[in-house]
């Protein structure tokens, strides 16, 4: 299976935005999913992941970012408010343990 992430843009400073990540095959049997973010010259981060219907987040985007999964649609989400400058960075999706392959991700930016 492969993740292709895609909606971003750029958005102003306590906007909304939600994020795809389509899977080219199931994801039903893929116990765990994730979101994870790079900014640039930074490592690569875990914002949150999602098993069945209950996620967990990094601290920093508790309360502002929300996962869920449609397997139906072999698709993953992550609906972002209240955006802060911190959060802009290349957002990707991966299973845990994570593929090896990492899609190319999808952009956000913060700015007025």
């Not at 899977?23 to 930074?42: M, T, V």
């Not at 999964?69 to 343990?97: F, G, H």
Request: proline content about 4%; hydrophobic content about 35%; glycine content about 10%.
């Amino acid at each position: 299976v492969k993740f292709v992430e895609f909606g971003g843009r750029t958005v102003p400073p306590g906007g909304s935005l939600r994020l795809s990540c389509a899977a080219s095959g199931s994801i039903s049997d893929i116990h765990i999913l994730a979101w994870y973010r790079q900014a640039p010259g930074k490592k690569r981060e875990w914002v949150g992941s999602v098993t069945g219907d209950v996620a967990t987040y990094r601290d920093s985007v508790k309360g502002r970012f929300t996962i869920t999964r449609d397997n139906a649609w072999n698709t993953v989400y992550l609906q972002m408010d209240s955006l802060m400058s911190e959060d802009a960075a290349t957002y990707y999706c991966n299973k845990i343990p994570n593929y090896s392959y990492w899609g190319e991700g999808t952009q956000v930016t913060v700015s007025p």
